[in-house]
């Protein structure tokens, strides 16, 4: 079953740091570039992050840049986000989803989605 | 940045009807664009990818057009399953998402 699953996600305070995980089944995924996409609470989608199948192209928003970095480890089948300084405006549901294709192309299987709370 | 503008923001439709969804980007994506939809607590789903690829097992009431700048999506015969918000994606440079449409019970 192709399938994608996030977990790490949690309250944690401001200016602290957290690590979210996908992990990846029913697909090459050594093969996949990967992305991760958030939602703030009643809002719409904003892209994150995105890492090439091997891990050595990667390209992140404005808005985190700087402070979160995506890796992967294409032997477990799992992508990161390692987020640190957190702020109150990055409070959203994290998705990972992959990419279609190439890098740079439109995503076609998504995760379910882990919450982050930064909240003092 | 590319900038995406979705609308109407919200549309009030009835099963049956024929509803049309406009995506605007800032600057010429050619046919780099996909939608999704998504229902509340649920990730997005891919209905769309060049502009007017219909993804496999999307019902093909969806559809969509356009190039360059301006972009619609079509659902024809509206259909329960279908409410839910809409979102359109660039990926000509970097990714860039609307704000969504939401399409509502009349």
């Known amino acids: 079953q192709v399938q994608l699953v996030e977990s790490g996600g949690g309250v944690v305070q401001p200016g602290r740091s957290l690590r979210l995980s996908c992990a990846a089944s029913?697909?090459?995924?050594?093969?996949?570039?990967m992305h991760w996409v958030r939602q703030a609470p009643g809002k719409g989608l904003e892209w994150v992050a995105v890492?090439?199948?091997?891990?050595?192209?990667?390209y992140d928003a404005d808005s985190v840049k700087g402070r979160f970095t995506i890796s992967r480890d294409n032997s477990k089948n799992t992508v990161f986000l390692q987020m640190n300084s957190l702020r109150g405006d990055d409070t959203a549901i994290y998705y990972c989803?992959?990419?279609?294709?190439?890098?740079?192309?439109?995503?076609?299987?998504w995760g379910q989605g882990t919450l982050v709370t930064v909240s003092s | 940045d590319i900038q995406m503008t979705q609308s109407p923001t919200t549309l009030s439709a009835s099963v049956g009807d024929r509803v049309t969804i406009t995506c605007r980007a800032s600057q010429s994506i050619n046919r780099w664009l996909a939608w999704y939809q998504q229902k509340p607590g649920k990730a997005p789903k891919l209905l769309i990818y060049?502009?007017?690829s219909l993804e496999s097992g999307v019902p093909s009431r969806f559809s969509g057009s356009g190039s360059g700048t301006d972009f619609t999506l079509t659902i024809s015969n509206l259909q329960p399953d279908d409410f839910a918000t809409y979102y359109c994606q660039q990926y000509d440079l970097l990714w860039t998402f609307g704000q969504g449409t939401k399409v509502e019970s009349k």
């Open positions: 029913g697909f090459n995924f050594s093969s996949s570039a």
């Open positions: 989803a992959r990419a279609a294709l190439l890098v740079g192309t439109w995503y076609d299987i």
């Open positions: 890492i090439s199948f091997d891990g050595n192209r990667k």
């Open positions: 060049k502009a007017s």
